[in-house]
Nanobody
Framework: QVQLVESGGGLVQAGGSLRLSCAVS????????MGWYRQAPGKQRELVAT???????HYADSVKGRFTISRDNAKNTVYLQMNSLKPEDTAVYYC?????????????WGQGTQVTVSS
């Protein structure tokens, strides 16, 4: 099992910044990729950014140039630096860990942290 605990959400004005953290514990071996997803009220959960074990990153078009995902392997922590926040970034943000064990994919999720951007 993998446990994920997010922190760093809150209320911020448009144009402001927040940094989300995701502490990873448990069976962290073979985690291939970590990511952040978000879900706004009435909408489906969507990918925000991912980072692989090799350090490759991928971003949703809506956050490119504003958000940065990073990981500190020594601390087993993944971060999401969010700059130039917009009201449409308001959502619950979830941390995700993906691993494959003997060919079977597993996905683990944190409990989520609320980000609210006021106009």
């Amino acid at each position: 099992q993998v446990q994920l605990v997010e922190s760093g959400g809150g209320l911020v004005q448009a144009g402001g910044s927040l940094r989300l953290s995701c502490a990873v514990s448990g069976s962290t071996r073979n985690i291939n990729a970590m990511g952040w997803y978000r879900q706004a009220p009435g909408k489906q959960r969507e990918l925000v950014a991912t980072v692989t074990s090799g350090g490759s990153t991928h971003y949703a078009d809506s956050v490119k140039g504003r958000f940065t995902i990073s990981r500190d392997n020594a601390k087993n922590t993944v971060y999401l630096q969010m700059n130039s926040l917009k009201p449409e970034d308001t959502a619950v943000y979830y941390c995700n860990a993906a691993k494959v064990v003997v060919g079977i994919p597993y996905n683990y999720w944190g409990q989520g942290t609320q980000v609210t951007v006021s106009s």
